[in-house]
Nanobody, 122 residues
Framework: QVQLVESGGGLVQAGGSLRLSCATS????????MGWFRQAPGKEREFVSA????????TYADSVKGRFSISRDNTKKAAYLQMNSLKPEDTGVYYC???????????????WGQGTQVTVSS
């Protein structure tokens, strides 16, 4: 079992940057693959990024490639999403997710945080 708490969301102008953090509880954090989803107003949740348990593998949605970077620190039991060159279409609630299985993480992760709001103004 793992609990996820996101932070770092806020209001930023287009072209700006934000760094989201995901703090976790539990003794087996390093066993989990971590990732991020987002949900824009009126739209379904969509996959943003994933990182393997040791950080050796990362995946990004096409819409964020080259702008977002996912990372993790197993000593701090935390995951991060650095978001650069933000666009208004990046606006939404961002959710931290976790799953033992990397492939499952991108589709139906087992664990979800409560979400943090990101708003990008034009």
């Amino acid at each position: 079992q793992v609990q996820l708490v996101e932070s770092g969301g806020g209001l930023v102008q287009a072209g700006g940057s934000l760094r989201l953090s995901c703090a976790t509880s539990g003794r087996t954090f390093s066993s989990y693959c971590m990732g991020w989803f987002r949900q824009a107003p009126g739209k379904e949740r969509e996959f943003v990024s994933a990182i393997s348990w040791n950080g050796g593998r990362a995946t990004y949605a096409d819409s964020v490639k080259g702008r977002f970077s996912i990372s993790r620190d197993n000593t701090k039991k935390a995951a991060y999403l650095q978001m650069n060159s933000l666009k208004p279409e990046d606006t939404g609630v961002y959710y931290c997710v976790a799953d033992y299985n990397y492939d499952a993480l991108a589709h139906r992760p087992d664990y979800w945080g409560q979400g943090t709001q990101v708003t990008v103004s034009s």
